[in-house]
């Protein structure tokens, strides 16, 4: 099993739609989570960060996490063509906030 | 800031060739970290470093791989000798202690082709 895992995608949602981006993580220690997106050719950028449970909102941008399950998700609202890209779910462990387990990510297609 | 610099951005050589790849972290931060990205495997852990010192190098691949930090602006993976499964975007990143976000800052990265 997969320390992170994550549909690879691609998924495709209409210009507007909300998309809605999943991963589960093994580990039930795990503290802190992390969304990052990654444009084709370039590197990964920080999005969003949730270390509790619930829901984290920043702009069209909204984190959940429900650490009884061992799932987190994103949520991008109003969604644009601009928001195609990879998107990496990636989790730390208990005690170890720079140690980064990274998913291998989900393809978003925005289709103007 | 310039952000993290990496060097060289593309890399060609062939199998058994010894490679080094740079990487300047932003000033100021206290972590850096080598990762290894490909299609199959996504993006990996290599080793990462704390004020100049490794702290888990438990990604590293193998004895082949070997990784340097001499001080607080400078760091080298070294591959010797390489092969041609060594092929991959190799990133560096940096991050500070005091950020609460623990956010990562990566560089463009080093597309590693071995022949």
């Known amino acids: 099993q997969k320390e992170v895992e994550q549909n690879s995608g691609p998924l495709s949602v209409p210009e507007g739609a909300i998309a809605s981006l999943n991963c589960t993580y093994s580990?039930?220690?795990?503290?802190?989570f992390f969304w990052y997106r990654q444009y084709s050719g370039k590197s990964p950028e920080l999005i969003m960060f949730i270390y509790s449970n619930g829901d984290k909102e920043d702009g069209r941008f909204t984190a959940q996490l429900n650490k009884a399950s061992q799932y987190v998700s994103l949520l991008i609202r109003d969604s644009q063509p601009s928001d195609s890209a990879t998107y990496l779910c990636?989790?730390?462990?208990?005690?170890?906030?720079?140690?980064?387990?990274f998913g291998t990510g989900t393809k978003l297609q925005v289709i103007p | 800031d310039a952000g993290v610099i990496q060097s060289p951005r593309h890399e060609v050589t062939e199998m058994g060739q010894e490679v080094t790849l740079r990487c300047k972290p932003i000033s100021g931060h206290d972590y850096l970290f080598w990762y290894r990205q490909t299609m199959m495997r996504g993006l990996e852990l290599l080793i990462y470093?704390?004020?100049?010192?490794?702290?888990?190098d438990s990604g590293m691949p193998e004895d082949r791989f070997s990784a340097k930090m001499p001080n607080a602006s400078f760091s080298t993976l070294k591959i010797q000798p390489s092969e041609p499964r060594d092929s991959a975007v190799y990133f560096c990143a940096s991050s500070f202690l005091g950020d609460s976000s623990y956010e990562q800052y990566f560089g463009p990265g080093t597309r590693l082709t071995v022949t």
């Open positions: 470093f704390n004020n100049n010192v490794p702290i888990d």
């Open positions: 990636a989790v730390t462990p208990f005690g170890g906030y720079q140690k980064v387990t």
């Open positions: 580990d039930r220690g795990s503290q802190s």
